[in-house]
């Protein structure tokens, strides 16, 4: 992830600092070995960089700490065991929620048609007052002049939100 | 003038027991009397708790070390100006803080209430007082700040040195008066649904002010923990995914959702019940957030104020849900929606779906934060959710949350069709995609990051085409341009105010995005005279200088910085040893640019003159405290009354009331964007 005019970071770095941030120190809940300051996050960290130079894989090592410390040593819950419910739970809410806006969409709107036919009974021609073509004329000015110069500025953004 | 202090709360006290009783028995009997005693109850309690903290205040002033709180959390060492901080550092002295702060806003929004909501605001009284008798209780019962001690100690035990900082002159007072002013918000709702009249829409006005008053103080004191964390903590961070900032997280999730979705009740008289429990949900969650900053059972490093009454609080959480949840109940009736949704492609269908997406990451959050507990109960290990998982988890939910928040705004009331979405969005997708290869052009690999900058695109590009629009159409209609873009601005405040603040939102994403995944690290052993090299850096480490004051020893090192060729001058971080805390506090020296921040600080002094220095080079972090500043202009100018729009509209809908169910009055209907 190299990134011209940051720094050049090397890809073994980069793995350094992924592992350092999944490693919790023990002694400073909450702070991965990356963040703390602590002196044993250091070793930690020596010992991250070490067991990289011989060859161990990030999750050898990452055993290697749960080994010592129980898996609370992890920053985040493992993909096995119970761990898994923390991971499953977040894209389960997610599917929860779309179906909830979804179900409620569809119950408001449903609403809405079963009041349609109200609404089209009103827009029906035959309860409109009869005007005549002199009276629709000037109500079709007066409209232009009092509705359309709002609704003109309504688009544009002035008045609606 | 301890004794006075005493006395004035267990004044306030009774008196806020009064104004509790009597706002209820007002609201209920519709006495307009009563009402009237109900509100000067309220307000008196303001002086009685200003004496009972200016008698705290003083005490810790003249190191009156009778005083348990006082002998607990200052000592004569400390500078006197700290006297403030160390009156909310612990336990009792917030609670008192709390209350205070809590009763002056409560007077307030109850005198704007009186006259606004007449109905409402006995009740609104009402809620305010049992919220503020509970603080008060716990005060007179539990913690009481002004406790006197028989023995009187020759020196109290100091204040926790970490708070030893400017910041915390603004940070904790603006945490926990965010948090407790969820409250107000939430009695203007809760007493509006009592008088029933939560269906008349009457307190949207109202309960929108005070929702944005809260978020809007919730949202500062975030920026401010942050910028305290960055620039104090001395880990180069700024948000760690912790249990107590968390906990200030949920409440702000839950209010954006509802400063959004009062709106849609306020424009289209619907989500009448969906603002109900977004607003009974926040308050709930800003209990929760006081809970676990006060002992709660999960480890934080910042529940400083550390107790045992955090389940008193998680108690009365219960119960204030429990409560509201009835009253919920009992009044449904009167919550049903006037308007109706038209379309799933409409800004209303837009608005829940950003809701949902808000309470979503406050539900993730808050079930990263309790899985801990849940996991030692159920499986007997104790396990781990720290910032990782919430990266992976919450990062692509708020991705998602940025891109409603492009696409949203542009979306029309009612009803739009497809052809109109994608002229909408034509522009905003366009640009979006050009960002995307533009920093790809530029170097940037990282997948997430290019579609993060794409959606930040995508959400400046919305904004921008909006502002541009209609300030082309003023200019058509013969404005200058210079006066076309202000007074569209001012024309619809709540609107463009909301833009603003939305920028000042991707500002904060650029520069979070940014700065989590290019920052660089190192730690570096130096001895007097080396110079080492990062990125564009060079620094050189020239001495250390030692300083000892009354509480603590100061460690500072002098650095000689250069920014490619060029000098950055001396840069001082430091590291100071409190003796009697055995603790130590850092503080980063930060050269800050637009682009990037260059952060030293001292991890370690070692005895053979050799230092272990951590330098940090995070990009961009600038943006996220300048978008603070933004944020708060949005926010006031969306927040400022707007009466000549607010008398145009008034005649527009008295207008549309008359032509309305004549097919003459639809094509306006559905064009409103």
């Known amino acids: 992830m190299a990134c011209s005019g940051l720094i050049e970071v090397t890809d073994e770095e980069t793995r350094i600092k992924k592992l350092n941030k999944s490693i919790m120190c023990p002694v400073c809940p909450g702070e991965s070995i990356d963040q703390s300051q602590n002196e044993l996050a250091g ?3 020596d010992i991250v960089r070490e067991k990289i130079d011989q060859g161990n894989s990030d999750e050898e090592i990452r055993g290697y700490f749960v080994d010592r410390y129980g898996p609370v040593v992890l920053m985040e819950p493992p993909s096995s065991g119970l761990g898994v419910l923390a991971w499953a739970v977040p894209p389960v809410g997610l599917v929860v929620a779309v179906i909830a806006v979804w179900l409620t969409l569809y119950l408001m709107r449903r609403r809405n048609l079963g009041d349609k036919g109200s609404r089209e009974d009103m827009n029906d ?15 079709s000015a007066l409209f232009e002049r009092n509705v359309m110069a709002r609704e003109s500025k309504t688009k544009t953004g002035d008045e609606d939100q | 003038m301890v004794e006075i202090g005493q006395v004035a709360i267990v004044a306030a006290f009774m008196v806020t027991a009064y104004a509790g009783f009597v706002g209820f028995a007002g609201g209920a009997l519709n006495g307009r009397d009563l009402a009237t005693s109900a509100r000067w109850g309220f307000y008196s309690v303001v002086p009685l708790l200003l004496i009972a903290t200016a008698s705290l205040i003083y005490a810790f002033v003249n190191n009156d070390f009778s005083v348990k709180y006082v002998a607990e959390n200052s000592n004569l060492a400390m500078p006197r100006i700290y006297a403030w901080v160390a009156f909310y550092s612990g336990n009792a002295g917030s609670l008192l803080y709390i209350a205070l702060a809590f009763s002056i806003m409560g007077a307030i929004s109850t005198k704007v209430l009186s006259t606004r909501l007449p109905y409402t605001s006995p009740y609104a009284v009402g809620v305010m007082s049992i919220v503020l008798l509970f603080f008060l209780g716990v005060i007179l019962f539990l913690a009481n700040p002004l406790e006197q001690l028989s023995v009187i100690p020759e020196d109290g035990q100091g204040i926790n040195p970490l708070l030893i900082h400017f910041g915390m002159f603004i ?5 926990m008066l965010g948090l407790i002013s969820v409250a107000i918000p939430f009695s203007v709702a809760l007493g509006a649904l009592l008088a029933g009249r939560g269906g008349r829409d009457e307190w949207v006005d109202q309960g929108r002010l005070w929702g944005m008053v809260s978020w809007l103080i919730l949202t500062v004191g975030l920026l401010l923990g942050a910028w305290w964390a960055y620039t104090i903590l001395g880990w180069g961070g700024y948000w760690a995914w912790d249990p107590v900032e968390n906990s200030a997280l949920m409440p702000w999730l839950a209010m954006t959702a509802f400063v959004h979705s009062i709106m849609v009740q306020k424009r ?13 949900t926040s308050f709930t969650l800003a209990q929760l957030g006081m809970f676990i900053n006060r002992g709660g059972p999960v480890p934080s490093v910042h529940s400083f104020a550390e107790s045992t009454m955090g389940w008193i609080f998680l108690a009365i959480m219960g119960l204030t849900l429990f409560l509201s949840v009835v009253i919920f109940i009992l009044r449904y009736e009167t919550l049903k929606s006037r308007g109706s949704l038209e379309s799933f492609l409409s800004r209303e269908a837009a608005f829940l779906g950003q809701n949902m997406l808000f309470l979503l990451i406050a539900f993730v959050t808050l079930w990263g934060t309790v899985f801990p507990i849940f996991s030692e109960a159920v499986d007997d290990t104790t396990m781990t959710i720290g910032q990782p998982f919430f990266n992976k988890v919450n ?3 708020m991705l998602l949350l940025i891109f409603m928040m492009g696409v949203g705004p542009l979306l029309p009331w009612r009803r739009a069709t497809w052809p109109m979405i994608l002229r909408m969005l034509r522009v905003p997708l366009g640009f979006g995609i050009l960002i995307g290869v533009l920093t790809w052009i530029f170097g940037v690999r990282e997948p997430w990051a290019i579609f993060s900058f794409s959606i930040c695109g995508i959400a400046v590009a919305g904004i921008l085409q909006e502002w541009a629009r209609g300030t082309m159409s003023r200019h058509s209609r013969g404005e200058p341009f210079y006066q076309a873009f202000p007074r569209l601005l001012a024309a619809n405040r709540p609107r463009y105010g909301g833009y603003v603040v939305h920028l000042a939102i991707v500002m904060l994403g650029v520069g979070i995005v940014t700065s989590s995944f290019y920052d660089v690290q190192r730690d570096v052993v130096m001895k007097p005279g080396d110079t080492e090299k990062l990125g564009k850096y060079t620094f050189t480490f020239i001495d250390v200088t030692e300083r000892t004051f009354a509480d603590r020893l100061e460690e500072t090192a002098r650095f000689e910085v250069w920014s490619g060729g060029r000098s950055l001058g001396y840069m001082y971080p430091y590291r100071a040893f409190y003796p009697e805390f055995r ?11 637009l682009l990037e921040d260059f952060y030293l600080v001292p991890s370690e002094f070692r005895e053979d003159g050799q230092a272990v220095f951590r330098v940090l080079v995070n990009p961009m972090v600038w943006w996220i405290w300048a978008s603070c500043p933004v944020l708060v202009l949005g926010t006031l100018l969306s927040l400022s009354p707007n009466s000549r729009a607010s008398r145009r509209r008034l005649s527009l809908s008295n207008l549309s009331k008359e032509s309305s169910g004549t097919p003459i009055s639809r094509p306006g209907a559905g064009t409103g964007s």
């Open chain 1, 43 to 45: 070793y930690m960290r």
């Open chain 1, 125 to 139: 021609e035959s309860l409109v007052p009869e005007l005549s073509p002199e009276e629709l004329k000037r109500y």
């Open chain 2, 171 to 175: 940070h904790p007072p603006f945490q």
């Open chain 2, 268 to 280: 289209r008289g619907m989500f009448r019940m969906w603002n109900m429990v977004l607003i009974i």
């Open chain 2, 395 to 397: 990062g692509p939910l």
């Open chain 2, 583 to 593: 603790m130590a506090a850092t503080g980063g020296a930060i050269n800050s640019t």
